[in-house]
């Protein structure tokens, strides 16, 4: 359905405007000829086969004779510059007469956008109803211009695409706004909550994000110092969860008083896996084979490091399914994340293996044997990108004074919850308390790839006793961080800022690669905090407490006031009613465990929100379990 809307005006009468068209023919390609097109073209044609005709004749003859070539005749030289002026006359009206086409398909879009120096007002017409489809928003947006307002309509009723207005207008913040213009109208929802202004549009021209329409605002807070390997940094890390960045901060505190963490890089290889299909498996095997010989390496790695001049093909690793093949190419990328340069290289193998192997199919560049964006157990035993091993040993005083709780606590829950428990989950790269948390939040503040958080995240953290059982030692091991600092999202404004701040903007020139090694060590300490963080609170039963202050909204709790008026039972969950609002699960759990001892003391909860209340355990309660109660 097409939905125009113009601009309501005052009514004035206006003589129609002609079209371009109307109002001046449009240039053919043979206006400036002396013949009628027709003519001018059979003439060069008949010339262009007589030419070459004539001298595919005489070069028979001096083959024959065994007359050298270059000794032309003046008939000779006369066809063939009859031949190349022909030649170039058919060329060029078939050319323009091609471009003529495309302009000609796209001249209605182009009056569009064209800006009019005196446009003529529209006759008066009633303005036409909303239609339903639209709806009709109560705060209509400030009025764009005219020459804006034209194109709106056009991308609205399909007549211009939207993805052509940034090449066309030649302004990016101006075609933003009309695309977005035209969302409001299609879907008839405001979304002016999205902003729009302060974003350089044309940093993403070709890259990062297509079709915008505003961006999304993020806050970023700072954790640190976390001191690693002698230095100082200050992660940040960009994230909506309240006592993240809180949590992660205290943990870095208690990694600096004592004596900071350490960290290792064992692997700094990204990967690629091609599949292929070979007529037989006993063919996929020979192709294998090939592969993986150690005499043809050097041979593959000239092939693949013609790509770039920082890409080192390290290995290949190959496996099978039938008669399909997939083949594993891991590589050094620099200081970039490496997925776009390792499938250049990747390319150059197969189709040097195909000069060899003529009968095999190349299914895709990609077969998930790599395995990106997934988790994989390749990406956990062999790892991907960057693999990272951080530790540190906490003293027995830091652990009491600024984790609040004990060595022992620590490592029995570590066992008993990331070991034991993500065992019998069942997980995958997943022996960790929340290693996700922390990868995501500086992946986005540092522009990385939000997505391979999945295999970033694979983490396995272990803490043990050591010094006679006062001190703690804990490690994670992240075989498959997957960072850059060029390319992507990095060179955006706000994530180049970010990287700057840890010192690892851009490529390393004298080390190629460091840059990123440093972004993946930091990474990795970013999650030591945190993991050290959140278990310690888990062990001293803090989560639901410091949840329950920083994140969740108290806006609807503002509401109830009054007392509490009674208690909501079912045989899994409960909620409380507390004036005219009405408290759920999280609220009753969160004083549990904050009063957990008296609890077990007293059987007695005191309600911080409500003094004049007691809310009374009827049986002896776990931190974890819905405990049966009723208001006194």
């Known amino acids: 359905m097409e939905v125009r809307r113009k601009v309501a005006g005052p009514a004035a009468p206006a003589a129609p405007v002609p079209s371009p068209r109307a109002r001046a023919r449009r240039v053919q390609a043979g206006d400036a000829l002396p013949l009628p097109i027709r003519h001018t073209n059979l003439i060069f044609s008949a010339l262009f086969a007589a030419s070459l005709a004539y001298l595919m004749r005489r070069w028979r003859e001096k ?28 060329l060029s009206f078939f050319g323009i007469a091609f471009v003529q086409s495309i302009v000609s398909s796209t001249d209605e879009d182009e009056d569009f956008l064209a800006v009019a120096p005196h446009p003529a007002a529209p006759p008066a017409a009633p303005a036409p109803a909303p239609c339903a489809l639209l709806g009709n928003p109560a705060a209509a947006p400030e009025k764009m211009p005219e020459e804006d307002e034209e194109i709106v309509a056009s991308v609205v009723a399909g007549k211009i695409p939207s993805y052509v207005l940034e090449t066309r207008l030649g302004d990016c913040r101006r075609a933003a706004g009309i695309r977005r213009e035209a969302v409001r109208r299609i879907t008839g929802r405001d979304i002016e909550g999205l902003p729009l202004d302060g974003f350089d549009y044309a940093s993403i021209l070709g890259q990062c994000c297509e079709l915008p329409v505003g961006y999304v605002q993020l806050p970023v807070g700072i954790a640190g110092p976390l001191l690693l390997d002698g230095q100082r940094y200050y992660v940040p890390m960009a994230t909506t969860e309240g006592c993240l960045v809180a949590s992660t901060n205290r943990g870095c505190k208690a990694i600096a008083e004592s004596g900071g963490a ?40 000239m092939v693949f490091n013609r790509s770039s001049r920082f890409a080192r093909l390290q290995g290949v690793q190959c496996a099978m399914a039938g008669r399909n093949l997939y083949m594993r190419f891991t590589s050094s990328t620099g200081d970039a994340m490496g997925m ?6 990747v390319q150059n193998v197969l189709d040097f293996l195909q000069d060899d192997f003529p009968d095999m199919d190349v299914i895709s560049i990609s ?121 992507g999202g990095t060179q955006l404004a706000s994530q180049s800022a970010c990287l700057d701040l840890l010192g690892v903007k851009g490529a390393n020139q004298e080390s190629p690669g460091s840059n990123a090694r440093l972004l993946a060590t930091v990474v990795a300490g970013g999650v030591l ?60 759990h969160g004083h549990c465990l904050k009063s957990q001892r008296r609890i077990h003391h007293r059987r007695q909860v005191s309600c911080e929100q409500c003094a004049s209340e007691t809310v009374k355990i009827v049986n002896r309660p776990s931190p974890c379990s819905g405990p049966d109660l009723f208001v006194s």
Request: hydrophobic share 40%; charged share 20%; with cysteine.
């Open 63 to 90: 083959i024959r004779s065994s007359t050298p070539l270059h000794a032309v005749t003046l008939a000779e030289m006369l066809a063939i510059f009859g031949l190349i002026a022909s030649l170039i006359y058919l």
């Open 262 to 301: 350490t960290s290792v890089v064992l692997r700094d290889g990204m990967t690629r896996a091609p599949v292929a299909r070979l007529p037989t498996a006993r063919r996929a095997a020979e192709v294998r084979a090939f592969l993986e010989d150690p005499a043809n390496f050097e041979t593959l790695s």
């Open 340 to 345: 776009n340069m390792i499938s250049k290289g």
């Open 529 to 588: 905090a945190g993991e050290l963080s959140l278990l310690s609170a888990l062990a001293a039963g803090q989560l639901v407490k410091s949840h329950m202050k920083y994140n969740r909204s108290s806006k609807d709790m503002s509401k109830g006031n009054g007392r509490i008026r009674g208690v909501k039972m079912s045989s899994n969950n409960f909620s409380i009613s507390r004036g005219s609002a009405e408290v759920g699960e999280d609220w009753v």
């Open 367 to 487: 077969g998930n044997f790599c395995s990106d964006k997934k988790p994989a157990a390749v990406n956990w035993i062999e790892g991907r990108g960057k693999s990272v091993v951080c530790e540190a040993v906490i003293k027995e005083e830091v652990v009491k004074k600024v984790l609040k709780t004990n060595v022992q606590s620590l490592v029995e829950l570590n066992t008993i919850k990331n070991l034991a428990g993500s065992a019998v989950a069942g997980a995958l790269g997943g022996f960790n308390a929340h290693a996700s948390n922390i990868v995501t939040a500086i992946f986005i503040a540092t522009g990385q790839d939000p997505a391979q958080n999945v295999e970033s995240s694979h983490c396995i953290t272990m803490m043990e006793s050591i010094n006679d059982g006062k001190d703690l030692h804990i490690s994670v091991t992240m075989p498959s961080i997957e960072v850059g600092t060029v390319g």
